[in-house]
T-cell receptor, first 112, second 109 residues
Framework: EAQVTQNPRYLITVTGKKLTVTCSQN?????MSWYRQDPGLGLRQIYY???????DKGDVPEGYKVSRKEKRNFPLILESPSPNQTSLYFC???????????FGPGTRLTVL | GIQVEQSPPDLILQEGANSTLRCNFS?????LQWFHQNPWGQLINLFY?????KQNGRLSATTVATERYSLLYISSSQTTDSGVYFC???????????WGAGTKLIIKP
């Protein structure tokens, strides 16, 4: 089944404790991206990647890192999480830019 | 930057009713998608529709790119249609989806 998977789905952590949210797609898509969704602010892009080893900042990259060592995986890293990073996070992928984007199930993160 | 406006912000209907949701955008785009976010937070792709008309069961969508709007039609609403409907566009000059604020739809039995 073609899909985008994210892990974990739910995470409660404390300020400053490094964490990684994994994202994997099995559709051989070139383009992947991360979004966060906050009440009243909608979805905003954090980082995106147009292919392996190519990443770029979205609208809200501060406090996040990403890597794209393999085509299928695009992990989101929070080196020192803070409470303002409490949010619902989505990973997405598409064949390439300008094509339909498919979304993972979301990761609900709470930073205490 | 590009602005995406959705209307109405909220809509409450009885089961069986029809509805039209609108998405206006302020600049040219090379991609437009409609999503349904269910009460569990999952985003479900409804349509990839940069132009033209598509239908999928009780749902259909039309995008008139030259006039910068898209419409999502839901016919014979069911309670499972409840949730938030988002329109998202991709700009010509940048390759990220810009999202509208959504239309929150509640279908009452």
């Amino acid at each position: 089944e073609a899909q985008v998977t994210q892990n974990p789905r739910y995470l409660i952590t404390v300020t400053g404790k490094k964490l990684t949210v994994t994202c994997s797609q099995n559709m051989n898509h070139e383009y992947m991206s991360w979004y966060r969704q906050d009440p009243g602010l909608g979805l905003r892009q954090i980082y995106y990647s147009m292919n392996v080893e190519v990443t770029d900042k979205g609208d809200v990259p501060e406090g996040y890192k990403v890597s794209r060592k393999e085509k299928r995986n695009f992990p989101l890293i929070l080196e020192s999480p803070s409470p303002n990073q409490t949010s619902l996070y989505f990973c997405a992928s598409s064949w390439t830019i300008g094509n339909e984007q498919f979304f993972g199930p979301g990761t609900r993160l709470t930073v205490l | 930057g590009i602005q995406v406006e959705q209307s109405p912000p909220d809509l409450i209907l009885q089961e069986g009713a029809n509805s039209t949701l609108r998405c206006n955008f302020s600049d040219s785009v090379n991609n437009l998608q409609w999503f349904h976010q269910n009460p569990w937070g999952q985003l479900i792709n409804l349509f990839y529709i940069p132009s033209g008309t598509k239908q999928n069961g009780r749902l259909s969508a039309t995008t008139v790119a030259t006039e910068r709007y898209s419409l999502l039609y839901i016919s014979s609403s069911q309670t499972t249609d409840s949730g938030v409907y988002f329109c998202a566009v991709e700009r010509d000059s940048n390759y990220q989806l810009i999202w509208g604020a959504g239309t929150k739809l509640i279908i009452k039995p």
